[in-house]
């Protein structure tokens, strides 16, 4: 399995332009989520998503979009980029087993770098 | 919503000695608290976590101690080594549809040979 991927590992973006962040991941997970890692910041989730078809904010939602049409794929979308949109982005997966014991590990891309000039 | 502090911010260390990284939270319903370390460059690794239900889990070098009536949790790693040099995050989830996951801000721990 090549677990949680992302691409681009680095990409350079004017202001105004858009871009897909692509995340896949092959463990057959449930939960995908974005997020964001800024200095001193710590990582903070952009979007969500329990389920194919199913999406929700976080708590860092505004510039980006997201969609899940399948269990794999979860792509992030900047329709018109802004600096303040530079940042390292991870995908995470997670799941949770069935019963009274929840496991929430999540697992991590290798993420992208973004710089937005 | 749940808020999580990590301290210190930084830690520098001699190689042997031992580490501990601090962290609170908010929410009294929060009941699993992974740590994840995360080396320069690199995605965050899960290295241990603990449930709500115990006190105290440990692996190898690393132990993490819960304390849920002053709701904080701690990192020891004993016997520090250079490879240990990283920031190191704390989070903490109650669970719930939407699998929230916080996290602290991080400390970044050098060791010093």
């Known amino acids: 399995n090549a677990g949680v991927t992302q691409t681009p590992k680095f990409h350079i973006l004017k202001t105004g332009q858009s871009m897909t962040l692509q995340c896949a991941q092959d463990?057959?997970?449930?939960?995908l989520s974005w997020y964001r890692q800024d200095p001193g910041m710590g990582l903070r989730r952009i979007h969500y998503s329990v389920a194919a078809g199913i999406t929700d904010k976080g708590e860092v939602p505004d510039g980006y979009n997201v969609s899940r049409s399948n269990t794999e794929d979860f792509p992030l979308r900047l329709e018109s980029a802004a600096p303040s949109q530079t940042s390292v982005y991870f995908c995470?997966?997670?799941?949770?087993?069935?019963?009274?014991?929840?496991?929430?590990?999540?697992?991590f891309g290798p993420g992208t770098r973004l710089l937005v000039l | 919503g749940e808020n999580v502090e990590q301290h210190p911010s930084t830690l520098s260390v001699q190689e042997g000695d031992s580490a501990v990284i601090k962290c609170t939270y908010s929410d009294s319903a929060s009941n699993y608290f992974p740590w994840y370390k995360q080396e320069l460059g690199k995605r965050p690794q899960l290295i241990i976590d603990i449930r709500s239900n115990v006190g105290e889990k440990k692996d190898q070098r690393i132990a993490v101690t819960l304390n849920k009536t002053a709701k904080h949790f701690s990192l020891h790693i004993t016997e520090t080594q250079p490879e240990d040099s990283a920031v190191y995050f704390c989070a903490a989830s109650s669970g719930g549809s939407n699998y929230k996951l916080t996290f602290g801000k991080g400390t970044l721990l050098t060791v010093n040979p």
């Open positions: 463990m057959n997970h449930g939960y």
């Open positions: 995470a997966s997670s799941y949770r087993v069935a019963g009274t014991y929840h496991q929430e590990t999540q697992y």
